[in-house]
């Protein structure tokens, strides 16, 4: 009886249903992630534009200019007459940045008086002004000790390791946060549809009486579903994403599909609060986006949390996308990492009762008064229609 | 002729501010934006990032370089250990976020005349912890390594330390930061974000107000409104001029308040500031209106603009250059708004450009309102003659 209470309004919120909820629930997550996964499909930035300004028309300015120009992160696209040339194609954003070759380079580097290269890098392309920089100090620094004392080794040479990320591919890494914070995103807003469709199209009775009258299983026939739905699509895109970085473990799959379906659950049932609360689906999705949008860049990948204020910090720790990013990004640093896991974890399970448990007091309430009001409805419509069918 | 426009655009207004979830997009939205999404980014960069030194060496030589790290700006050093694993240890439990390791006899080689590699550890989950842990590690151990080299060349080739500082690094670089002099992160990526902003909540905005009226209940209850009863061009400039006045006055929030309270660069000139003021908000109004008239349920627009936001803000190419995109994303991106108009924006109020240094993205942010314009009276007149069942609240 309640089994097929429950199969029977599953059918009729999931099956029976425009085209909007599997839009919601399915394509666009879907959709949005592959998408994201291929605009960061070349991993690696190369080719950054810049410029040169050649002062001096030596030798040794030549040389330096020919290998910038064989460096594959750097391209070489405009030889500027003046500096004023190049800073205009900076702000026309043609190039990110450009080298001076000054006055005298060749003659004062030769005499030994150290001529410093100006390099001007724009400021507004941190991620490619990061690499340029770097290459062009590699490059001409190779360049520099070729010169007088290619005979005597440096001293010290030092390595930067990238633990759990041996290509040091952050761009790999940062379209799986991308891919969480969208389904994060996506459970809020599944959430407060399925929630909040009854009520704004006065089916609240209609549902109910699918249920058996209970509104428990409503509820479970509402939840269960798009949870278990979303959760396979977000460790499918998951899976396909990480495919670039190196592979997890079987335990470190299971501890990341974990935190992934508490993270749903919890976002689902924040979102069904929201309609809880609000009792409009235009208000509760609106809610769901303004809280659910901009939480990647709360959850510390791309800034760190610990460099934020105090209350952003609090913000970012009731954000369960944050405890999922630091689950995902402990799970690269190899066998040490299951204890510190764990207590993400568990903070996500107490995450996804609260909103779960507050959601369904604060949905019960509002299908309640839906139901009642529909009734009404129907009463005075009933009234209204009598005398006209008398006549 | 203005006269009847206007009373449009106060019809809308007031529709605006009768409709909670207009409210909500219109005016709270960009409203807490403006500051909800610089807060995190308010100390700008990353500094005194919790370290470790694994010193192998025990030695003056790694004491010293330890000193070196300690009083670099970006990181601290939380512990030295003697053993690798307790360092891993530590990251893993995030009292630390990279580690250097000082090798053995590391002393005894330099001064052996031997090259030694001094490791350094970054989480590889973050980017900006790598680049300033990296960075504050590797200038003091190249350090310790230049001041040696120095010593050989000036030993080995009898000259002076000046010119021996010179063989070594014979034409320096100094790498100069334009239009961004700190490095902040919040001035390289809120001032995008914004743009972005003002473009999202503009379209689901116009969207929630159902731009082209199509729904079955509001029509009903507006059916004999003299507002909505106005020729088509009246209706469309109209509620056209309520939102582009409500945005400019966004704008001009953006530009006199948020920029001075987070102290972004603003070097934007008047002339270049309304030129782009007028077509991107032509191009999103005209965009809204044109998307609005697809929609049949008001939510709709919301559920899925909400989703589009995080490619939206990717392909407007100010973090993740258009060149290393697929060539059919890129084609893609031409649909938006906010492809052209962010670094429009860039480069008018971060860089201080002139009109003509933004004219080629004002073109091209103005052929999209000419198109989106033509599509939105098209799609419309077609609403306007369609059967008062299609699409309802």
């Given at each position: 009886m309640v089994l097929n209470g429950l199969l029977n309004t599953i059918r009729k919120i999931y099956f029976s249903h425009n085209i909007v909820l599997w839009m919601i629930l399915v394509i666009l997550p879907i959709g949005v992630s592959l998408f994201t996964m291929g605009m960061f499909s070349s991993q690696i930035v190369q080719h950054v534009p810049i410029g040169i300004v050649h002062q001096d028309n030596s030798q040794l300015a030549d040389k330096l200019e020919s290998k910038l120009r064989s460096s594959p992160v750097l391209d070489i696209k405009m030889v500027c007459a003046d500096m004023g040339e190049c800073e205009h194609a900076v702000i026309r954003g043609e190039i990110q940045g450009f080298i001076v070759f000054p006055n005298d380079l060749e003659r004062r580097t030769l005499r030994l008086e150290a001529p410093v290269i100006p390099v001007y890098s724009s400021g507004q392309n941190y991620l490619t002004n990061m690499f340029a920089t770097k290459e062009i100090r590699s490059v001409l620094a190779a360049a520099g000790s070729e010169m007088f004392t290619a005979q005597i080794e440096d001293p010290v040479k030092v390595q930067i390791h990238s633990v759990g990320n041996l290509k040091s591919n952050y761009q790999g890494f940062l379209v799986l946060g991308l891919v969480t914070a969208i389904f994060h995103l996506a459970a809020m807003i599944v959430g407060a549809y399925v929630t909040s469709f009854p009520l704004r199209d006065h089916r609240v009775r209609e549902m109910i009486r699918y249920a058996g009258g209970s509104r428990l299983t409503l509820w479970f026939a509402s939840v269960f579903p798009m949870n278990i739905i979303l959760w396979l699509e977000s460790l499918g895109c998951y899976a396909y994403c990480h495919r670039l970085l190196a592979p997890l473990s079987f335990e470190e799959f299971v501890m990341t599909a974990a935190a992934q379906l508490f993270m749903i659950a919890a976002c689902s049932g924040a979102g069904i609060t929201f309609v809880g609360l609000t009792g409009v689906m235009r208000m509760a999705t609106g809610g769901a986006g303004i809280i659910g949008s901009p939480a990647f860049a709360f959850a510390g990948q791309t800034f760190p949390v610990m460099a934020m204020p105090f209350a952003v910090r609090c913000f970012a720790f009731i954000l369960p996308l944050t405890h999922v990013l630091m689950i995902q990004s402990t799970m690269m640093l190899g066998d040490v990492n299951m204890v510190p896991a764990w207590h993400s974890m568990e903070i996500l399970i107490c995450m996804a009762i609260f909103w779960n448990i507050l959601g369904a007091l604060l949905m019960s309430m509002r299908w309640k008064q839906f139901a009642r009001r529909e009734a009404k409805y129907e009463e005075a419509s009933k009234l209204e229609n009598a005398p006209e069918a008398t006549a | 002729m203005i006269k009847r426009l206007w009373k449009v655009a106060f019809a809308e207004w007031k529709l605006i501010y009768t409709d909670p979830a207009a409210v909500l997009l219109l005016v709270v939205a960009g409203l807490i934006y403006a500051f909800y999404y610089p807060i995190p980014y308010i100390y700008q960069t990353v500094s005194k990032v919790p370290v470790a030194v694994v010193d192998l060496d025990n030695t003056a030589m790694s004491r010293d370089l330890t000193r070196m790290a300690s009083a670099a700006q970006q990181i601290e050093v939380k512990s030295i250990y003697a053993d690798m694993k307790e360092a891993e240890a530590a990251m893993a439990r995030d009292e630390i976020y990279g580690f250097m390791v000082i090798p053995e006899n590391m002393e005894k080689d330099i001064r052996g005349k031997h090259q030694v590699t001094v490791n350094i550890f970054t989480h590889g989950a973050y980017v900006m912890f790598h680049g300033a842990i990296g960075t504050a590690f590797s200038t003091c151990a190249l350090t310790v390594g230049a001041t040696n080299k120095v010593k050989q060349i000036a030993l080995g080739k009898q000259v002076p330390s000046a010119k021996a500082i010179a063989m070594r690094d014979p034409f320096p670089i100094s790498i100069q930061t334009l239009f961004n002099s700190t490095g902040g992160y919040a001035n390289y990526v809120v001032p995008s974000v914004l743009v972005v902003i003002l473009q999202q909540s503009l379209i689901i905005g116009i969207c929630v107000l159902g731009g082209s009226r199509a729904h079955r209940r509001f029509r009903k209850k507006y059916r004999d409104s003299p507002v909505e009863n106005e020729s088509l061009p009246y209706r469309y400039f109209g509620r056209s001029l309520a939102f582009f006045v409500h945005y400019c006055s966004f704008i001009l929030f953006y530009h006199c308040i948020v920029y001075n309270i987070f102290d972004f660069p603003r070097r934007g000139e008047l002339l270049p500031m309304v030129v782009f003021s007028v077509v991107f908000l032509s191009s999103v109004i005209n965009f809204g209106m044109v998307i609005s008239q697809i929609f049949l349920r008001r939510e709709t627009s919301m559920q899925i603009f909400l989703y589009m936001s995080i490619p939206v803000l990717f392909l407007a190419n100010f973090s993740w250059p258009a060149y290393l995109m697929p060539r059919w994303m890129t084609a893609i991106s031409y649909i938006l708004p906010s492809t052209f108009a962010v670094p429009a924006w860039l480069s008018i109020?971060?860089?201080?450009?002139?009109i003509y240094d933004v004219a080629p993205k004002l073109y091209q942010l103005a052929i999209q309102a000419i198109v989106y314009l033509i599509l939105g009276l098209l799609l419309t007149r077609i609403r306007d003659k369609a059967k008062i069942d299609m699409g309802d609240m």
């Amino acid at each position: 009886m309640v089994l097929n209470g429950l199969l029977n309004t599953i059918r009729k919120i999931y099956f029976s249903h425009n085209i909007v909820l599997w839009m919601i629930l399915v394509i666009l997550p879907i959709g949005v992630s592959l998408f994201t996964m291929g605009m960061f499909s070349s991993q690696i930035v190369q080719h950054v534009p810049i410029g040169i300004v050649h002062q001096d028309n030596s030798q040794l300015a030549d040389k330096l200019e020919s290998k910038l120009r064989s460096s594959p992160v750097l391209d070489i696209k405009m030889v500027c007459a003046d500096m004023g040339e190049c800073e205009h194609a900076v702000i026309r954003g043609e190039i990110q940045g450009f080298i001076v070759f000054p006055n005298d380079l060749e003659r004062r580097t030769l005499r030994l008086e150290a001529p410093v290269i100006p390099v001007y890098s724009s400021g507004q392309n941190y991620l490619t002004n990061m690499f340029a920089t770097k290459e062009i100090r590699s490059v001409l620094a190779a360049a520099g000790s070729e010169m007088f004392t290619a005979q005597i080794e440096d001293p010290v040479k030092v390595q930067i390791h990238s633990v759990g990320n041996l290509k040091s591919n952050y761009q790999g890494f940062l379209v799986l946060g991308l891919v969480t914070a969208i389904f994060h995103l996506a459970a809020m807003i599944v959430g407060a549809y399925v929630t909040s469709f009854p009520l704004r199209d006065h089916r609240v009775r209609e549902m109910i009486r699918y249920a058996g009258g209970s509104r428990l299983t409503l509820w479970f026939a509402s939840v269960f579903p798009m949870n278990i739905i979303l959760w396979l699509e977000s460790l499918g895109c998951y899976a396909y994403c990480h495919r670039l970085l190196a592979p997890l473990s079987f335990e470190e799959f299971v501890m990341t599909a974990a935190a992934q379906l508490f993270m749903i659950a919890a976002c689902s049932g924040a979102g069904i609060t929201f309609v809880g609360l609000t009792g409009v689906m235009r208000m509760a999705t609106g809610g769901a986006g303004i809280i659910g949008s901009p939480a990647f860049a709360f959850a510390g990948q791309t800034f760190p949390v610990m460099a934020m204020p105090f209350a952003v910090r609090c913000f970012a720790f009731i954000l369960p996308l944050t405890h999922v990013l630091m689950i995902q990004s402990t799970m690269m640093l190899g066998d040490v990492n299951m204890v510190p896991a764990w207590h993400s974890m568990e903070i996500l399970i107490c995450m996804a009762i609260f909103w779960n448990i507050l959601g369904a007091l604060l949905m019960s309430m509002r299908w309640k008064q839906f139901a009642r009001r529909e009734a009404k409805y129907e009463e005075a419509s009933k009234l209204e229609n009598a005398p006209e069918a008398t006549a | 002729m203005i006269k009847r426009l206007w009373k449009v655009a106060f019809a809308e207004w007031k529709l605006i501010y009768t409709d909670p979830a207009a409210v909500l997009l219109l005016v709270v939205a960009g409203l807490i934006y403006a500051f909800y999404y610089p807060i995190p980014y308010i100390y700008q960069t990353v500094s005194k990032v919790p370290v470790a030194v694994v010193d192998l060496d025990n030695t003056a030589m790694s004491r010293d370089l330890t000193r070196m790290a300690s009083a670099a700006q970006q990181i601290e050093v939380k512990s030295i250990y003697a053993d690798m694993k307790e360092a891993e240890a530590a990251m893993a439990r995030d009292e630390i976020y990279g580690f250097m390791v000082i090798p053995e006899n590391m002393e005894k080689d330099i001064r052996g005349k031997h090259q030694v590699t001094v490791n350094i550890f970054t989480h590889g989950a973050y980017v900006m912890f790598h680049g300033a842990i990296g960075t504050a590690f590797s200038t003091c151990a190249l350090t310790v390594g230049a001041t040696n080299k120095v010593k050989q060349i000036a030993l080995g080739k009898q000259v002076p330390s000046a010119k021996a500082i010179a063989m070594r690094d014979p034409f320096p670089i100094s790498i100069q930061t334009l239009f961004n002099s700190t490095g902040g992160y919040a001035n390289y990526v809120v001032p995008s974000v914004l743009v972005v902003i003002l473009q999202q909540s503009l379209i689901i905005g116009i969207c929630v107000l159902g731009g082209s009226r199509a729904h079955r209940r509001f029509r009903k209850k507006y059916r004999d409104s003299p507002v909505e009863n106005e020729s088509l061009p009246y209706r469309y400039f109209g509620r056209s001029l309520a939102f582009f006045v409500h945005y400019c006055s966004f704008i001009l929030f953006y530009h006199c308040i948020v920029y001075n309270i987070f102290d972004f660069p603003r070097r934007g000139e008047l002339l270049p500031m309304v030129v782009f003021s007028v077509v991107f908000l032509s191009s999103v109004i005209n965009f809204g209106m044109v998307i609005s008239q697809i929609f049949l349920r008001r939510e709709t627009s919301m559920q899925i603009f909400l989703y589009m936001s995080i490619p939206v803000l990717f392909l407007a190419n100010f973090s993740w250059p258009a060149y290393l995109m697929p060539r059919w994303m890129t084609a893609i991106s031409y649909i938006l708004p906010s492809t052209f108009a962010v670094p429009a924006w860039l480069s008018i109020e971060q860089m201080g450009a002139d009109i003509y240094d933004v004219a080629p993205k004002l073109y091209q942010l103005a052929i999209q309102a000419i198109v989106y314009l033509i599509l939105g009276l098209l799609l419309t007149r077609i609403r306007d003659k369609a059967k008062i069942d299609m699409g309802d609240m």
